[in-house]
């Protein structure tokens, strides 16, 4: 039906064998285009194998051109996005000028106060812009201690990211880990770890478990579980934040060495110092490799060692850091900058801790003077200086002077940070204490007894802080002549820090100078003079012999191996404290007195009549008005200098 003649179907059979399309089938561009291929499989195949490069080629390039493009925009837009943020900072920086002031001296916090006003007028309809301009300043606010108009940078930040790239976006994490941390430091502890630990949750889903972010969250949290005194939650968060830094970012990276920091510090206020030296000591060397020597970071680094080296009783290479590290920061930023406060606090605090009271006393002034300058006189930190010197002032003697600078930190904390913030607790024992030297028992009890009340609530019955509040209270007792309840006080004391600290660290020496002195009172001498003797040697595992804060120990040594008939050492044993007393004649006198005392009752029992008379007449008037000082020695020096012709008269002689 389909071919006129069979010579037409032989046409197309030939035709079909030889592959060319058969002329009874229709002639479609399809159909021709296959019997084609089919005659020519060898030469289409090369032929598509070119097409198909030649299609790929093309694509790619499109594809490359069309990254470059995206590029090129993006570029674009983050050069605007620098270029804006340049002019908006260059016109915040022009308002220093004289004109636009008009002769107001502008300070930082001026500066920040007008940024933040500025951001959201001129920026409108830039909310990315916008919400890093707020993220920054919240941070330069929490440089300067300004925690309430961070807080309020970090939430406008907060909402913007919300909005603009959801609520569970990397974005929105990073902001609420800023305002947690920022909430944490303000001591809204609550609010705080529910912003990180949602934040920690985000990043863990969006940028997995090892992303350095969420690292920087983790260590945030750890801040606040120390602050809060959860020092297990914190060192748990603090190691693992270290190693997902050390593994994201490499292990000599400079995000490692705040991490090492970090978590030294946290070891450090837990007085666990074998753990926190070597994090401290390879924080510094990390610092020193990446920025060199004149950096700000490399100088905390060296406070931080400097710290850990005076608690060690390595005391010149502690003074040669904390110096290296003021020298540092005031070359980078001038004497005034509020970067010093700390170090200066920090080598105040040293010295004081070694009693040299002529050295410390203008440090600490100079903290109290800067923090004003730069914080105003209600802020924290100007409270923490405050305290810092009235302590100062304490241990001179001038209760009065260091009583009106307490209270005045006390107030600013009550209205700050809350009545049960750390430092204000702990400053809280030292007014009591400064009452119970001036005499002033019923109002020192009532303080020392709420205070640690307050401290067992806020800290946990474990807290190494409680030791302090322990020897306030037993002192008081001893005051009272009540010498069982402060053996029991001193005796918790010092399980206490044995516990804390260890057996052997020096710091249990001042907690068993006071138990021993506990049980001098109350007739145990032989118990007294062993206890005294292990306080005065772990004394001297951290400091040269006879330094000042071994005194208190040496005298009641002393007075103990005399009451033991051994007056030959007790001899040797109080002309050391005597020496050393009189290296810092500015102290407080009845500390000088105490130790003039007791060597004026051993030389009256040793044959030095002269000697001993000096000393008794110079310090028997200043003991009898000290509402503190044992009365066993005052009344022992009384009695040496009834043997005295032409003794002292009034009381009690």
Known sequence: RRYPSAAALIEDVERFVAGEPVRATRPTLAYRARRFIGRHRLGVSVSA?????????????????????RERDRARAE??????????????????DPDSAKGRTLTARDLLDQGGSRIEAELKGQPALEATLLTALGGLYRQISALDQATVMYERALAIEQRLTGPESAETAAAMADLGAALGEHGDYDRALQLLGRARAIQTARLGPDHADLAMTLSRTATVYQAMGRYGD????????????????????????????HLGTLFYSERRLDDAAPLHERALAIRLRAYGRDNLATATSME??????????????????HLGALAIVRKLYGPDHFLTINILKNLAGHYLACERWERAEPLAWEALRVARLNYGPNHPLTAHMEHNAGSLQASLGRFGRAESLIQDAQRIWRRTLGTDYVIALYSRNSLGEIYLQQGRLREAEELLLTTRERMVHALGPENFQLGYSMLAIGRLRMAQGRYGEAENEFRKAADL???????????????????????????????????????????ESRLERGANPCTGAYVGWGRALLR????????????????????????????????????????????SASASERLLRRSLPILRTDPVAPRSLVRDAENAMRRFRGGLKGPGV
């Not at 020496?509 to 040697?537: F, I, K, M």
């Not at 102290?587 to 051993?602: F, H, N, P």
């Open 49 to 69: 194998v070119a097409l198909l490069s030649l299609l790929v080629g093309l694509g790619a390039t499109v594809w490359q051109m069309g990254i470059a493009a």
């Open 79 to 96: 050069a605007s996005r620098a270029e804006t943020i340049n002019r908006f900072m260059l016109d915040l920086f022009r308002s220093v």
């Open 234 to 261: 914190a060192e748990t968060l603090g190691r693992r934040s270290l190693a997902i830094t050390e593994r994201s970012l490499g292990a000599d990276h400079p995000r490692v060495a705040d991490e090492l920091d």
């Open 304 to 321: 931080n060692v400097a710290n850990l080296a005076g608690e060690r009783g390595q005391l010149a290479r502690a003074e040669s850091l």
């Open 497 to 539: 820090w044995a516990r804390s600290f260890g057996p052997d660290h020096f710091r249990n020496a001042e907690a068993l100078a006071d138990l021993a002195g506990s049980w001098y009172e109350q007739g145990s001498v032989e118990a007294a003079c062993a206890t005294y003797e292990r306080a005065v040697r772990l004394f």
């Open 564 to 607: 033991l008939g051994r007056g030959t050492q007790a001899d040797s044993v109080l002309r050391i404290v005597v020496a050393a007393r009189w290296k810092n004649p500015d102290q407080w006198s009845a500390r000088m007195a105490e130790a003039d005392a007791a060597l004026g009752v051993c030389l009256s029992r040793t044959g």
